[in-house]
């Protein structure tokens, strides 16, 4: 995208010099860098004219070249390249995506006994659509929410009850209580890929957002980024996956999305 700024006297009595800065797809930002005061064609004003010329301090059109005029102009194009180029970059750079956040409203309990499902967000580009979720689609029951893009990836969220893993975490679960990153993975890993995760976890992290840890993972193959936590009485599992091509084309915003998971 590009943006055309142009500014111009509404009096013949100035004008105004341009320069070109180049932008994002070749366009280009036009800006008005000085305006010089030109001279009335009058005997006075060409007199003027004349003894400034011969003191160097105007060209042939009657422009000041003084040394202030100088630094004016040098001063405006740093402040016109410095911000407004970089402001109209990182306008573009968050255009395309939004927030998803799981609506208060939405049914999904996942047995008798079950606290209500504490909302979640995550960012996603906008052409990402949600998919309906099947019980016959792995990960069973236990599925929240689906979301897929044909040409970056996939999205899937799992919430998992506590009691698989201990029956005296309570209705206020910690991710630090159910266990280690290693336990994590390992356990719920293979619901995620549909095999074991034995020799395919590249990483494994620990980050704390708002007091909440999360385990964050990345597997291969098949290419998988996972964020798990826990919150109520449940391990949530977030799980961004793609293929071979998807991931080397769009690794930066599947990890984009992976690192953006919030418990609400």
């Not at 009335?40 to 004219?49: G, H, I, M, R, V």
């Not at 494994?204 to 708002?210: C, F, N």
């Not at 996972?226 to 599947?254: E, P, S």
Request: with cysteine; glycine share 8%; charged share 25%.
């Amino acid at each position: 995208m590009g943006t055309t700024s142009s500014f111009t006297s509404c009096c013949s009595l100035w004008a105004c010099r341009r320069h070109i800065i180049p932008s994002y797809n070749n366009r280009h930002v036009v800006v008005a860098y000085s305006l010089s005061q030109r001279f009335s064609p009058t005997t006075k004003a060409s007199a003027s004219a004349s003894a400034l010329r011969e003191k160097g301090h105007v060209d042939e059109e009657g422009r000041n070249l003084d040394g202030f005029d100088l630094k004016r102009r040098q001063l405006a194009l740093l402040l016109v390249s410095g911000y407004l180029v970089t402001f109209m970059r990182k306008e573009i750079a968050q255009t395309g995506w939004r927030t998803y956040r799981r609506p208060d409203e939405k049914s999904g309990g996942h047995g008798v006994g079950w606290s209500p499902i504490i909302p979640y967000l995550f960012f996603v580009p906008q052409d990402w659509e949600e998919v309906p979720v099947s019980i016959a689609d792995l990960g069973g029951t236990e599925i929240d929410l689906r979301f897929a893009s044909s040409k970056e990836g996939r999205i899937s969220v799992i919430v998992a009850p506590v009691l698989r893993f201990a029956d005296n975490l309570g209705d206020d679960a910690t991710i630090e209580r159910i266990g280690t990153p290693e336990k994590v993975i390992s356990a719920f890993g293979p619901e995620v890929i549909g095999e074991n995760v034995e020799g395919k976890v590249l990483s494994m992290e620990v980050s704390e957002h708002d007091g909440r840890k999360y385990y964050q993972f990345e597997l291969e193959p098949p290419h998988a980024l996972i964020t798990a936590t826990a919150a109520g009485n449940r391990l949530y599992l977030f799980n961004v996956i793609g293929n071979g091509l998807q991931w080397k084309r769009h690794y930066k915003d599947l990890k984009k999305i992976a690192d953006s998971f919030r418990i609400v």
